[in-house]
């Protein structure tokens, strides 16, 4: 990972369901950090999501049964707090940011002092949303940039 006084380039993916772009490498190139917010599906998925290269943080996902996988992580980046859930929660947990996956549709909302980002599925296009993935970028000044990408 890169020190604190660089900006950080975080691709989120979620809900894979064991469905890869051949592309993959070719997406997430100039990452430091993957973050998966569950449903990799299997095993197989789970490695080449870790054999790409960057650090790799991931949740399970309610299809995730046979992974070891933390449900929850709460995270800090350049001074933001992050909380990563496969499933939203009804009550938002006390953090800057809150991603999760499940829905398969991107998301953008401000929920109270919260916001809450989706990346969408980069596996399995579901209710009416493409395939797509995001772009995390933080700068040591604070700025915070979310980019949903479409495949």
Not at 14 to 42: K, M, Q, S, Y
């Amino acid at each position: 990972m890169k020190t604190s006084k660089s900006t950080l380039r975080i691709a989120v993916i979620a809900d894979t369901h064991g469905r890869l772009p051949a592309n993959l490498h070719a997406l997430v190139a100039g990452a430091d950090e993957i973050w998966h917010i569950g449903d990799f599906c299997d095993l197989a998925t789970f490695e080449a999501c870790k054999s790409l290269g960057p650090p790799l943080v991931a949740v399970l996902g309610n299809n995730d049964f046979t992974l070891d996988l933390p449900k929850t992580l709460d995270i800090k980046r350049h001074g933001h707090s992050f909380h990563l859930v496969h499933i939203p929660p009804a009550r938002l947990p006390a953090a800057g940011f809150l991603l999760h996956g499940h829905t398969h549709v991107p998301r953008d909302e401000r929920v109270g002092p919260t916001r809450v980002w989706n990346p969408g599925s980069l596996g399995k296009a579901d209710k009416g949303a493409p395939r797509s993935y995001a772009w995390l970028t933080l700068d040591p000044d604070g700025t915070v940039d979310w980019k949903v990408m479409r495949l």
